[in-house]
């Protein structure tokens, strides 16, 4: 693969130049590079983007733009052969778990992974533990984020957690929690594989267990 053409997709990504990353992505190919090389470099640029976010030098909107864009690459350059999960960025089921209303922000996380080009099935508020298997039996997932504002949610996700290990079903799935009463020892202490503080904190997570599925396909 060409450092420079590689180089050159990242910057593009990270300027929002949907125009330059199809056209460096296509002559990636071209000269040989595979569809998993050019996805590692336009994950840098998505990273990049991220970066410029949490800086406050861009926003909500210019996330959306990277989404779109990555999106656009998928669908019109790369072929992952014998991949079809990667016809969208990842599978995605989000729930807010049982006992907790609250949707608000699980519905702004929802958006932002779909114009993030990953495929979500929201399952609403007060999910139990048995639909949330239920789902991810059905659904093939490769993540679940589960969401809760009340001082009881960490409990339902711990729950949640649970009843995926007792069903067979916990390794087939990374776990993102959120919400406020959750912390990062909590998360840990549930058994989760991620904790979501906010929009980023999430997004990035997923960017990253996607990266790490990729990579070991393309190693196998």
Known sequence: MSNNLGALLV???????????????????????????????????IREVDALYEAGQYFIAD????????KSVMNKVLVFHGYEEYSSFGK????????DIHELGKNVITDVLRYN????????????????????KEATPNILILSGTLSSSPGRMAESIAA????GLRGSVR?????????AQSAKAMGA????????????????FMALAVNSAGEN
């Open 11 to 45: 910057e593009s990504m990270r300027s929002l130049d949907e125009l330059k990353v199809l056209q460096y992505s296509v002559e990636m190919v071209a000269e040989g590079t595979s569809s998993f090389e050019i996805f590692e470099r336009l994950l840098e640029g």
């Open 63 to 70: 996330l959306i733009m990277a989404g779109h864009i990555m």
């Open 92 to 99: 995605i089921i989000i729930a807010t778990v049982k006992d």
């Open 117 to 136: 080009g990953f495929e979500v099935s929201d399952l609403g508020a007060d999910v139990s533990a048995e639909s949330i298997i239920e789902a991810v």
């Open 164 to 167: 995926l290990e007792r069903s």
């Open 175 to 183: 776990i993102i929690v959120g919400g406020a009463p959750v912390t």
């Open 193 to 208: 594989d991620a904790y979501s503080s906010n929009i980023m904190d999430c997004l990035k997570a997923c960017h990253e």
